[in-house]
């Protein structure tokens, strides 16, 4: 239903409800995304991102000026990666792809809470609490809060550094394969930012971002199954 909503011609209000959210995943949960990491890895012995300011809600301290404008242009971006020193892990490889896990799920879980609150937005308006019209700009913020932090985790999980598929790929690969590739990642960020310029990820990334969306707009719409 939601999926659906988004092949309707936007009207100005429309149109604000869709930078709303925008601004909303750029200044409060890309931070949550990257404090996540911090956080996880914090947990799991390493102080480096707490030593650096990074473990904050504060967005001046993730925010990457180019990945927030990508948001706006493709819906998916990246910010300021925290600094993590795997070293401090028991298990560095499994630390490292724990703490990269973090990032994506955080932006799953938000996710479904957008899903849950459209669900709340829309038996408020079946209840007459909520006017029609602003049930129909809440439900427009609602489509791309959830399908953006959707396409947040499922293009961090792409296992191409510096993204954090890679770290969670690193787990299983040889050392001397995992430190090859970091002598090229460099060359890998470059090919990644004209991947997603030429438009050549958007594709595939918008099948499964669709798919998981569907799955995620199920699972928050069962506790409200009954009122449909």
């Known amino acids: 239903m939601l999926r659906a909503l988004l092949s309707g011609r ?3 209000g429309s149109a604000l409800m869709q930078i709303l959210a925008v601004v909303i995943i750029v200044f409060l949960v890309m931070p949550i995304h990257e404090l996540a990491h911090g956080f996880i890895a914090y947990k799991l012995g390493d102080r480096t991102a707490k ?3 990074r473990l904050t809600f504060n967005p001046l301290a993730h925010i990457d000026p180019v990945g927030a404008i990508m948001i706006l242009i493709v819906g998916f971006g990246w910010a300021k990666p925290v600094p993590v020193n795997p070293r401090y892990f028991k298990n560095p490889k499994v630390g490292m792809a724990i703490t990269a896990l ?6 799953l879980l938000c996710a479904f809470i957008g899903a849950v609150l459209y669900n709340v937005v829309w038996l408020l308006a079946v209840k007459g609490v909520l006017g029609w019209f602003l049930y129909n700009l809440l439900v427009v913020f609602f489509i791309y809060f959830v399908t953006i932090n959707v396409s947040l985790a499922v293009f961090n999980l792409i296992p191409i550094p510096p993204l ?4 969670i790929l690193f787990a299983f690969l040889p050392d001397r394969i995992v430190y090859k590739i970091y002598r090229y990642e460099p060359m890998f960020n470059v090919a990644l930012i004209v991947l997603v ?3 050549v990820l958007t594709g595939p990334l918008s099948y499964l971002s669709g798919w998981v969306t569907d799955g995620i707009v199920y699972l928050a ?3 409200f199954s009954s009122f449909f």
Do not use: H, M, T
């Not at 973090?102 to 932006?107: R, Y």
């Open 51 to 53: 030593n650096n300011g």
């Open 102 to 107: 973090a990032g994506p799920v955080s932006n």
């Open 10 to 12: 936007l009207d100005f």
């Open 221 to 223: 719409g069962l506790p």
């Open 197 to 199: 310029v030429a438009g």
């Open 164 to 167: 954090d598929g890679s770290k």
